[in-house]
């Protein structure tokens, strides 16, 4: 369902090329990922990123594991019911994937926290399934000159979109605003698939590990759309920065002419 190939592109393993991928690797094991939101998306990131070489990982949220849960939540038990999802999470990660080291905090991103926990990354997965907080890490990333990976899923449907700051459009340049609380209690009710969110979540996943492996990640500048009401589709469209948006991506014709000609 969705499917498509977003892996990172192999490191071959041959003479100086073999060097380079050692030390590519050691540059990964530093590179510190933020994960807000551990649900339909933030699971199959989470596991994803485990199997793909990822070594620190910070999980964010609030809310314990409930057994209307496991379905699509696949790495959590019905033991887990009442734990908080970091640390059921956490537990999942070390008894698969001991390397990994895991940060958690069983707490919402907001406001008051949002900044310093960004500025302590390296890249962000956004998995949460509220927009006020989607629009907060989009800020957030934006004044900390984080790249972040935007997902999200209502009903069979799903997005996906990479936000390099100062260089490609934001959320803001596509939506401008959160929805209203009551468009915002319908995509609730609607909920959510979860072969699309496992999907929409292991890109997510594929996008994060390319940025830490200074690879350009498939889907800046563009936005993905899984539709899976019918035969499965996916379109990826380009999206371009909007004047007055304030992320900085935006640049005059004029001046974007001045800067390739110096």
Not at 59 to 80: C, K, M
Not at 102 to 126: G, K, Q, S, T, W
Not at 147 to 162: I, L
């Amino acid at each position: 369902m969705c499917s498509q190939d977003f892996s990172p592109t192999p490191t071959s393993t041959d003479g100086v090329a073999a060097l380079d991928g050692r030390e590519k690797h050691d540059e990964v094991a530093t590179q510190r990922i933020l994960i807000v939101g551990l649900g339909g998306l933030g699971v199959p990131a989470l596991r994803a990123l485990a199997r793909t070489g990822a070594r620190r990982l910070t999980l964010i949220d609030p809310d314990p594991v409930e057994l209307s849960n496991l379905a699509r939540q696949v790495i959590y038990r019905s033991l887990d019911a009442g734990t908080p999802k970091v640390d059921a999470a956490a537990r999942w990660l070390v008894e698969r994937f001991p390397e990994v080291n895991v940060e958690r905090h069983p707490i919402a991103l907001e406001a008051p926290n949002a900044a310093r926990l960004v500025a302590l990354h390296d890249f962000v997965i956004d998995a949460t399934d509220s927009p006020a907080t989607k629009f907060l890490i989009n800020d957030t990333c934006i004044t900390a000159r984080t790249p972040f990976v935007y997902g999200g899923v209502v009903g069979m449907t799903g997005q996906a979109m990479t936000v390099i700051p100062g260089e490609t459009a934001c959320i803001r340049c596509v939506f401008e605003t959160p929805p209203d609380e009551n468009e915002t209690q319908s995509c609730r009710e609607a909920g959510i698939v979860g072969p699309v969110a496992g999907a929409i979540g292991e890109m997510q996943a594929a996008e994060a590990m390319r940025a830490v492996r200074g690879q350009t990640p498939l889907l800046s500048g563009k936005i993905l759309t899984c539709d899976a009401s019918g035969p499965a589709r996916v379109r990826i469209a380009a999206v371009s920065p909007r004047s007055g948006c304030g992320c900085d991506a935006w640049k005059p014709q004029g001046r974007e002419s001045q800067s390739q000609g110096r």
